[in-house]
Protein backbone atom coordinates (compact mmCIF):
# COMPACT_ATOMS: atom_id res chain seq x y z
CA UNK A 1 0.00 0.00 0.00
CA UNK A 2 2.81 2.21 1.03
CA UNK A 3 4.50 1.69 -1.93
CA UNK A 4 2.28 1.99 -4.37
CA UNK A 5 1.12 5.54 -3.17
CA UNK A 6 5.09 6.30 -3.29
CA UNK A 7 4.96 5.40 -7.01
CA UNK A 8 1.64 7.33 -7.54
CA UNK A 9 3.64 10.12 -6.13
CA UNK A 10 6.28 9.83 -8.06
CA UNK A 11 4.49 9.65 -11.07
CA UNK A 12 2.82 11.96 -10.45
CA UNK A 13 5.50 14.50 -9.96
CA UNK A 14 7.71 13.16 -13.21
CA UNK A 15 4.55 14.41 -15.02
CA UNK A 16 3.91 17.66 -13.18
CA UNK A 17 7.88 18.82 -13.67
CA UNK A 18 8.59 16.95 -17.00
CA UNK A 19 11.45 15.02 -15.68
CA UNK A 20 12.06 11.37 -17.05
CA UNK A 21 12.96 9.49 -13.69
CA UNK A 22 13.28 10.95 -10.25
CA UNK A 23 14.62 7.77 -7.90
CA UNK A 24 16.89 10.64 -6.16
CA UNK A 25 15.47 13.60 -4.40
CA UNK A 26 17.29 15.95 -2.43
CA UNK A 27 15.64 19.00 -0.14
CA UNK A 28 17.49 21.45 1.81
CA UNK A 29 17.01 24.11 4.67
CA UNK A 30 18.06 26.17 6.81
CA UNK A 31 17.86 26.87 10.44
CA UNK A 32 19.16 30.05 12.98
CA UNK A 33 18.21 32.29 15.43
CA UNK A 34 18.15 35.89 14.36
CA UNK A 35 21.53 34.57 12.47
CA UNK A 36 23.27 32.69 15.18
CA UNK A 37 24.39 29.24 15.34
CA UNK A 38 23.10 28.73 11.63
CA UNK A 39 22.36 25.24 10.29
CA UNK A 40 21.49 23.63 6.86
CA UNK A 41 19.99 20.42 6.05
CA UNK A 42 20.49 18.10 3.29
CA UNK A 43 17.89 15.69 3.05
CA UNK A 44 17.48 12.57 0.32
CA UNK A 45 14.99 10.66 -0.33
CA UNK A 46 15.37 7.80 -3.17
CA UNK A 47 12.18 6.33 -4.92
CA UNK A 48 9.85 8.98 -2.52
CA UNK A 49 11.63 7.07 1.08
CA UNK A 50 14.01 8.89 3.34
CA UNK A 51 17.47 7.04 2.99
CA UNK A 52 18.91 9.05 5.94
CA UNK A 53 22.70 7.17 5.43
CA UNK A 54 22.98 10.17 2.74
CA UNK A 55 21.22 13.03 5.05
CA UNK A 56 24.11 16.06 5.80
CA UNK A 57 23.96 18.60 8.17
CA UNK A 58 26.11 21.97 7.77
CA UNK A 59 27.17 24.28 9.73
CA UNK A 60 26.82 27.60 8.20
CA UNK A 61 30.54 29.37 8.24
CA UNK A 62 28.84 32.84 7.05
CA UNK A 63 28.60 35.55 9.21
CA UNK A 64 26.35 38.71 7.72
CA UNK A 65 28.51 41.59 8.39
CA UNK A 66 24.96 42.93 9.86
CA UNK A 67 24.97 40.31 12.25
CA UNK A 68 21.36 39.29 11.12
CA UNK A 69 20.34 36.52 9.39
CA UNK A 70 21.11 36.23 5.37
CA UNK A 71 18.57 33.01 4.20
CA UNK A 72 20.03 33.38 1.10
CA UNK A 73 23.98 33.70 2.00
CA UNK A 74 23.62 30.76 4.19
CA UNK A 75 21.63 28.52 1.32
CA UNK A 76 24.15 29.18 -1.02
CA UNK A 77 27.08 28.57 0.73
CA UNK A 78 25.14 24.94 1.28
CA UNK A 79 24.45 23.77 -2.02
CA UNK A 80 28.32 25.48 -2.80
CA UNK A 81 29.60 22.85 -0.13
CA UNK A 82 27.40 20.31 -1.51
CA UNK A 83 28.28 20.62 -5.33
CA UNK A 84 31.80 20.73 -4.49
CA UNK A 85 31.70 16.91 -3.05
CA UNK A 86 31.70 13.67 -5.38
CA UNK A 87 28.68 12.71 -4.37
CA UNK A 88 26.38 11.87 -7.82
CA UNK A 89 23.85 14.95 -7.87
CA UNK A 90 20.06 14.18 -7.39
CA UNK A 91 17.51 14.30 -10.31
CA UNK A 92 15.79 16.95 -8.01
CA UNK A 93 16.54 19.19 -5.57
CA UNK A 94 14.11 20.76 -3.89
CA UNK A 95 15.12 23.73 -1.90
CA UNK A 96 12.70 25.21 0.96
CA UNK A 97 11.61 28.68 0.08
CA UNK A 98 9.94 30.98 -2.56
CA UNK A 99 11.66 32.55 -5.56
CA UNK A 100 14.40 34.34 -3.31
CA UNK A 101 15.90 30.99 -1.89
CA UNK A 102 15.61 29.54 -5.68
CA UNK A 103 17.06 32.25 -7.09
CA UNK A 104 20.12 32.18 -4.86
CA UNK A 105 20.42 28.42 -5.14
CA UNK A 106 20.31 28.72 -8.90
CA UNK A 107 23.10 31.50 -9.11
CA UNK A 108 25.40 29.08 -7.06
CA UNK A 109 24.51 26.44 -9.31
CA UNK A 110 25.38 28.23 -12.61
CA UNK A 111 28.54 30.17 -10.84
CA UNK A 112 29.79 26.09 -9.74
CA UNK A 113 29.65 25.21 -13.18
CA UNK A 114 31.66 27.57 -14.64
CA UNK A 115 34.44 26.81 -12.07
CA UNK A 116 34.35 22.97 -12.56
CA UNK A 117 35.06 20.58 -14.71
CA UNK A 118 32.12 18.59 -13.78
CA UNK A 119 28.90 19.63 -15.94
CA UNK A 120 26.75 21.16 -13.46
CA UNK A 121 25.01 23.89 -15.31
CA UNK A 122 21.44 25.20 -14.26
CA UNK A 123 20.30 23.55 -17.32
CA UNK A 124 21.18 20.03 -16.48
CA UNK A 125 20.19 20.16 -12.97
CA UNK A 126 16.42 20.69 -12.20
CA UNK A 127 15.88 22.39 -8.60
CA UNK A 128 12.35 24.05 -7.30
CA UNK A 129 11.60 25.70 -4.54
CA UNK A 130 8.48 24.81 -2.36
CA UNK A 131 7.07 28.14 -0.45
CA UNK A 132 5.37 27.31 2.46
CA UNK A 133 2.54 29.63 2.69
CA UNK A 134 0.39 28.80 0.04
CA UNK A 135 2.42 25.28 -0.89
CA UNK A 136 3.61 26.77 -3.87
CA UNK A 137 5.94 25.86 -6.60
CA UNK A 138 8.69 27.60 -8.01
CA UNK A 139 10.62 26.39 -11.00
CA UNK A 140 13.95 27.79 -12.60
CA UNK A 141 12.47 29.17 -15.52
CA UNK A 142 9.85 31.71 -13.45
CA UNK A 143 6.55 29.31 -13.76
CA UNK A 144 4.63 28.89 -10.45
CA UNK A 145 2.93 25.93 -9.99
CA UNK A 146 -0.25 25.99 -7.82
CA UNK A 147 -1.21 21.67 -6.86
CA UNK A 148 -4.34 20.51 -5.41
CA UNK A 149 -4.18 19.77 -1.82
CA UNK A 150 -4.86 16.33 -2.57
CA UNK A 151 -1.65 15.85 -5.14
CA UNK A 152 0.40 13.13 -4.71
CA UNK A 153 3.55 15.12 -5.92
CA UNK A 154 2.20 17.70 -3.72
CA UNK A 155 2.49 15.28 -0.35
CA UNK A 156 6.33 13.83 -1.15
CA UNK A 157 7.46 17.42 -1.80
CA UNK A 158 5.66 18.64 1.46
CA UNK A 159 7.53 15.35 3.19
CA UNK A 160 11.03 16.03 1.31
CA UNK A 161 10.47 19.57 2.70
CA UNK A 162 9.28 18.78 6.50
CA UNK A 163 12.36 16.42 7.00
CA UNK A 164 14.52 18.54 5.28
CA UNK A 165 13.08 21.48 8.12
CA UNK A 166 12.99 19.15 10.84
CA UNK A 167 16.62 17.69 10.38
CA UNK A 168 18.09 21.31 9.93
CA UNK A 169 16.35 22.55 13.49
CA UNK A 170 17.55 19.45 15.13
CA UNK A 171 21.00 20.31 14.52
CA UNK A 172 20.08 24.06 15.27
CA UNK A 173 19.32 23.33 18.44
CA UNK A 174 22.06 21.33 19.40
CA UNK A 175 24.54 24.01 19.16
CA UNK A 176 22.16 26.21 20.84
CA UNK A 177 22.50 23.58 23.59
CA UNK A 178 25.95 22.65 23.06
CA UNK A 179 26.69 26.51 23.37
CA UNK A 180 24.50 27.19 26.39
CA UNK A 181 26.37 24.22 28.48
CA UNK A 182 29.91 26.38 27.80
Known amino acids: LISDRRNQELADLEKILRISHISKIEGYDISNTSGKLATGSQVVFINGEPEKKFYRRYKIKFTSPTGGPDDYAMLSEVISRRLKSDVPLPELFVIDGGRG????????????????????????????????????????????????????????????????????????FYLRKKNMLE
Not at 104 to 120: D, L, T, W
Open 101 to 172: QLNAAISVIASEAKQSSRNKSSDVIKIIGLAKRNEEIYTQNGEIIRLSKNSPALHLLQRLRDEAHRFSRKYH
